[in-house]
């Protein structure tokens, strides 16, 4: 990870086959593999289902595609919520475990890894941030049970044991483990829909989860593919703030100072140079790379020294490739490793 210009992915790709996802994943020639979630296998590897495992109260209707909470009892909500709590404060790491039915790249992906009998210098796993999954998750009623602050509590501690899981297993296959917190539902952040959620209330979710994996030594980063207020992200706890940099580059110039905070105290931005999201396989390296120019350029002019920014930069796709088609993702990771190439150089 102390190379310039280190290069990972998102999570999802578009394979419905666990084991050929993993090879997709393993021969992309990525400085740090990551475990493929793959949302068109089925229902519960979408991103609220698949990391929804454990919640109190938690209904799941595949046939239907839907997934809630059932909150309507007070009785076993009650229940359900203790059960959690003494789970969890018994330090019950299995509590945030993945089912192979939800998850089930992950379980290729670490059969692969254990096969080759090789320790790799970092591995990426990647849970569905804790705001996604609380703004994204409804009760009976649709109502989100962000808006219920227990069982928002619980969704904050579910995502930070999940996290932990993950890190708990990847650890025996490398030297460094890191942990992406997925948040797209943050590019909504300041919109009508949220109003009544502050950066405050961002901040100390990602902090109550971002502290204890930086106890066992994960290296934690947030994903969020979408415009927002990034100075929320740069200014909490995590190491690497990744970013669709194709769209949004621009905008990271405008939260300059806080940027340059961030990259003081050893952070890193991991630049979404590749586009996945409407990506027509027409991209260029030359494009990409003056895309990533044209920021340097720009956060130059505000301070930053280019060569920091160099040094601590990972490059990414700008998001998951899931949802595009399977030709125009494998010609997402060829177009990352030879704009690694060229920057490096």
Not at 4 to 24: H, K, N, Q, W, Y
Not at 130 to 154: E, H, R, S
Not at 179 to 188: G, K, N, Q, S, T
Request: contains cysteine; negative net charge; hydrophobic residues 45%.
């Amino acid at each position: 990870m102390d190379e310039p210009f280190t290069t990972t992915g998102i999570g999802s790709v578009p394979l419905t086959d666990p084991v050929e996802a993993t090879r997709f994943v393993l021969d992309a020639g990525l400085d740090i593999p990551f475990w493929p979630q793959l949302p068109k296998r089925a229902f519960r590897e979408l991103m609220v289902p698949q990391c929804a495992e454990g919640l109190p109260c938690l209904e799941i209707s595949p046939s239907d595609k839907r997934v809630w909470l059932d909150l309507s009892d007070p009785d076993r909500k009650a229940n359900e919520l203790a059960a959690f709590y003494e789970r969890y404060l018994g330090g019950d790491l299995d509590l945030g475990a993945m089912s192979a039915d939800h998850a089930a790249g992950w379980y290729a992906f670490i059969e692969a890894i254990a096969c080759e009998g090789r320790s790799y210098p970092a591995l990426k796993g990647h849970v569905t941030g804790p705001m996604t999954m609380a703004l994204g998750l409804n009760d009976q009623d649709g109502k989100p049970v962000y808006y219920d602050a227990d069982v928002f509590d619980c969704v904050v501690k579910l995502v930070e044991l999940k996290a932990r899981w993950q890190a708990a297993r990847l650890r025996e296959h490398c030297d460094k483990v890191v942990i992406f917190l997925d948040e797209p539902v943050l590019a909504a952040f300041g919109s009508s829909a949220y109003l009544s959620i502050t950066d405050k209330h961002v901040i100390g979710a990602i902090e109550q989860i971002v502290e204890p994996l930086h106890a066992e030594g994960v290296v934690v980063g947030v994903h969020c593919c979408g415009n927002t207020d990034w100075a929320m992200f740069l200014r909490s706890g995590i190491d690497i703030l990744s970013f669709d940099a194709f769209q949004y580059a621009g905008s990271l110039v405008l939260y300059a100072d806080a940027a340059g905070e961030f990259l003081a105290r050893g952070g890193r931005l991991a630049w979404g140079l590749v586009p996945t999201v409407g990506f027509m396989g027409t991209a260029t390296v030359e494009q990409v790379q003056q895309v990533w120019s044209n920021a340097v350029t720009a956060l130059s002019a505000k301070g930053i020294d280019p060569g920091v920014l160099a040094r601590q930069a990972i490059l990414t796709p700008s998001c998951g490739t899931g949802t595009i088609p399977q030709d125009r993702a494998r010609q997402v990771f060829p177009l990352l490793r030879e704009l690694r190439e060229r920057l490096r150089a």
